[in-house]
């Protein structure tokens, strides 16, 4: 007898998706208690794009097709600290404290993300790449340059708080439209990564239209996790897949194609 535990990402099941995730790893026992590795995320989720399952299946090796499989909901335990005692016996204290990390999933990575182009309209894309072309070849640097977007911390859990710090300069006269910070939380999908399911949007404008003379410029904000976010995860199998948090900064130059920086974090569940 085979026992695992399996988990299982589905895209858009509502349009026809398949489950394009199946992860197995367990044991094989002929009889008798067994024990599953334990298990550290990413957490069950149901979304309006994304689904990730978790369940326990049992199959025969005789090669006859018989197996059983049952769901179960995978949630934050209610403390990620243990204590271990000595191996003394049972009167002496603990001697090890172990705190137990969340598995984000296999692609999960945090920090500055490379800016990328979110419009809906092919055309408008087009446009974008043509104007920075032409800025480039040029030489062009009107607008704002050595744009870094930092928050701090970088991992933090629902209901929590961050700060985000964005700087750039400027080297001559610029007039900008406004300046944005966004919190915005989205579901990925297979090769949907210029798309953006956004099932969260927070807007905090740190500037609106002004003429900035050339020099360095910094701003920043404190942005809040809502109580109930979901965690973040990010697995692949032809594309990625999972839940994502991540602030947005943007600078719009009048004038001027925008500059958008990311800055993913991590929305830890324990």
């Given at each position: 007898?085979?026992?695992?535990?399996?988990?299982?990402?589905?895209?858009?099941?509502?349009?026809?998706?398949?489950?394009?995730?199946?992860?197995?790893?367990?044991?094989?026992?002929?009889?008798?208690?067994?024990?599953?590795?334990?298990?550290?995320?990413?957490?069950?989720?149901?979304?309006?794009?994304?689904?990730?399952?978790?369940?326990?299946?049992?199959e025969?090796?005789?090669?006859?097709?018989?197996?059983?499989?049952?769901?179960?909901?995978?949630?934050?335990?209610?403390?990620?600290?243990?204590e271990?005692?000595?191996?003394?016996?049972?009167?002496?204290?603990?001697?090890?404290?172990?705190?137990?990390?969340?598995d984000?999933?296999?692609?999960?990575?945090e920090?500055?993300?490379?800016?990328?182009?979110?419009?809906?309209?092919?055309?408008?894309?087009?446009?974008?790449?043509?104007?920075?072309?032409?800025?480039?070849?040029?030489?062009?640097?009107?607008?704002?340059?050595?744009?870094?977007?930092?928050?701090?911390?970088?991992?933090?859990?629902?209901?929590?708080?961050?700060?985000?710090?964005l700087?750039?300069?400027?080297?001559?006269?610029?007039?900008?439209?406004?300046?944005?910070?966004?919190?915005?939380?989205?579901?990925?999908?297979?090769?949907?990564?210029?798309?953006?399911?956004?099932?969260?949007?927070h807007?905090?404008?740190?500037?609106?239209?002004?003429?900035?003379?050339?020099?360095?410029?910094?701003?920043?904000?404190?942005?809040?996790?809502?109580?109930?976010?979901?965690?973040?995860?990010l697995?692949?199998?032809?594309?990625?897949?999972?839940?994502?948090?991540?602030?947005?900064?943007?600078?719009?130059?009048?004038?001027?194609?925008?500059?958008?920086?990311?800055?993913?974090?991590?929305v830890?569940?324990?």
């Amino acid at each position: 007898m085979r026992i695992f535990v399996r988990r299982t990402t589905i895209w858009d099941e509502r349009s026809g998706g398949v489950p394009v995730d199946r992860d197995e790893e367990g044991i094989v026992t002929e009889s008798g208690p067994f024990v599953l590795p334990a298990l550290r995320g990413p957490l069950t989720f149901r979304g309006e794009h994304v689904e990730l399952r978790w369940s326990i299946v049992a199959e025969s090796l005789a090669g006859a097709g018989d197996h059983a499989e049952r769901p179960f909901a995978l949630v934050a335990p209610e403390t990620a600290t243990y204590e271990r005692e000595a191996t003394g016996g049972y009167r002496d204290p603990p001697t090890e404290t172990t705190v137990l990390e969340p598995d984000f999933g296999e692609q999960w990575a945090e920090g500055p993300r490379r800016r990328r182009d979110f419009a809906d309209e092919p055309l408008a894309q087009i446009g974008a790449k043509v104007a920075r072309f032409f800025t480039m070849v040029t030489g062009g640097r009107t607008g704002a340059t050595n744009v870094t977007l930092d928050v701090s911390p970088s991992r933090v859990r629902p209901g929590g708080e961050i700060v985000a710090k964005l700087a750039f300069v400027v080297n001559e006269e610029t007039v900008v439209e406004s300046i944005t910070l966004e919190l915005l939380a989205r579901e990925c999908g297979i090769a949907t990564r210029q798309e953006e399911h956004l099932f969260h949007t927070h807007v905090e404008t740190v500037s609106e239209r002004a003429r900035l003379d050339p020099g360095p410029y910094t701003y920043e904000r404190r942005l809040a996790v809502p109580d109930d976010a979901p965690p973040c995860w990010l697995t692949r199998h032809y594309g990625v897949i999972g839940v994502e948090w991540f602030v947005r900064a943007t600078i719009q130059i009048d004038g001027h194609v925008d500059d958008v920086s990311d800055f993913v974090i991590g929305v830890a569940p324990f």
